[in-house]
């Protein structure tokens, strides 16, 4: 059974930095992409980074320039960097893993940036 785990939320204030981290265990090999999504009260989740297989990255508009998305293939962990944070930034936060298809969520992290 594939579990996917986020953590490294939390409360940090306005320009401060946190790590968010996701492991997925039981999900095997062939993983093609990985995401980190957020969605605030009241709104949409949308996405904010992707990295492929290959290792392209993409990313929100929103927060390019302050995230950076990263992976650990041997572990099945990828990682969001998040820099200069913005009260904006706040969310509850959410991966997933794509394979054959399928996604895989986590539960999500909440990201709380006060000023």
């Known amino acids: 059974q594939v579990q996917v785990v986020e953590s490294g939320g939390g409360l940090v204030q306005v320009g401060g930095s946190l790590r968010l981290s996701c492991a997925a265990s039981?999900?095997?090999?062939?993983?093609?992409?990985m995401n980190w999504y957020r969605q605030a009260p009241g709104n949409q989740r949308e996405l904010v980074a992707t990295?492929?297989?290959?290792?392209?990255?993409n990313y929100a508009d929103s927060v390019k320039g302050r995230f950076t998305i990263s992976t650990d293939n041997a572990k099945n962990t990828v990682y969001l960097q998040m820099n200069s944070l913005k009260p904006e930034d706040t969310a509850v936060y959410y991966c997933?893993?794509?394979?054959?298809?399928?996604?895989?969520w986590g539960q999500g992290t909440q990201v709380t940036v006060s000023s």
């Open positions: 997933n893993f794509a394979r054959w298809g399928q996604l895989y």
């Open positions: 039981g999900i095997g090999f062939r993983i093609s992409a």
């Open positions: 990295i492929i297989s290959g290792g392209s990255t």
